[in-house]
């Protein structure tokens, strides 16, 4: 069977990746399907028994169907909260490396979700960024757009990029991070007039994340 798979950009970092990673997670598992997650770099990380592991990549691990080796999951985890570039320079990221994992993923679930590192151009080494990221894994790629001001320009601005890719931006995702952002509504309706692809759903705002219920809101 061919794995579906998927690869989350943002507009931003903090615009909701994960929390649209976790919920597309949850969405799948429901339609009966077996589920994987990836958070194959990932700056700011802490120590558990001895290893460093990222709080994005542990959540991504605890929403799988199935145990995998944390490794797998992330193979760079970055002590500090830095760009990739910088974290890295003394262990920087090779894209075959991450296809590799990945491809070992693949091979156990019916979904994957893949979960990139701040925006679209965002450095991963002295050469990739996020777009040579999901280039080498020719996964088609879905938009989280934190609502917040400013997002209208940051999504038209990653959609255009994410096209100039030449990658499949199958649609974009609304993520409510900011619960005072005036005119909600009409930054919502300016972005779907402004891209041609589909909103896959709307994540509201909630003080305490419920996975499940953000997973009701999504219509991939
Ligand atoms: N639906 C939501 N409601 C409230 N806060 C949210 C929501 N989604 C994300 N957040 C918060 O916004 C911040 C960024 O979200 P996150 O998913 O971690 O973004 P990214 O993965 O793009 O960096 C986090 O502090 C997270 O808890
Ligand atoms: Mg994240």
């Excluded at 339609?31 to 700056?43: E, H, N, R, W, Y």
């Excluded at 894994?137 to 997002?151: D, E, K, S, T, Y």
């Excluded at 609304?174 to 005072?180: L, S, T």
Aim: charged share 15%; with cysteine; hydrophobic share 45%.
């Amino acid at each position: 069977m061919m794995t579906q798979g998927y690869f989350i950009t943002g507009t931003d970092t903090d615009a909701g990746k994960t929390c649209a990673t976790i919920a597309l997670m949850r969405y799948f598992k429901r339609q009966g399907k077996t589920v994987l997650g990836m958070k194959p770099v990932a700056s700011g990380c802490t120590l558990h028994a001895g290893e460093l592991k990222n709080a994005d990549a542990l959540l991504i691990q605890g929403n799988a169907s199935i145990a995998v080796d944390y490794q797998l999951i992330n193979p760079y985890a970055y002590e500090l909260p830095v760009s990739p570039h910088i974290a890295g320079v003394h262990n920087p990221v090779e894209l075959a490396t991450v296809v590799e994992r990945f491809n070992s993923l693949k091979a156990l679930a019916d979904v994957i979700i893949v979960e990139g590192a701040g925006g679209w151009y965002a450095p991963l080494n002295a050469q990739d960024d996020i777009s040579d990221l999901a280039k080498a894994l020719a996964l088609p790629v879905i938009l989280v757009v934190g609502l917040r001001l400013g997002c209208i320009n940051h999504a038209k601005l990653s959609y255009q990029a994410i096209q100039l890719s030449g990658i499949t931006c199958i649609g974009w995702i609304a993520v409510c991070v900011d619960p005072d952002l005036l005119n909600r509504e009409e930054n919502i309706q300016t972005i779907k007039a402004a891209l041609p692809v589909p909103l896959l759903g709307i994540l509201p705002y909630q003080e305490q994340l419920d996975f499940e219920l953000l997973a009701d809101q999504l219509t991939p």
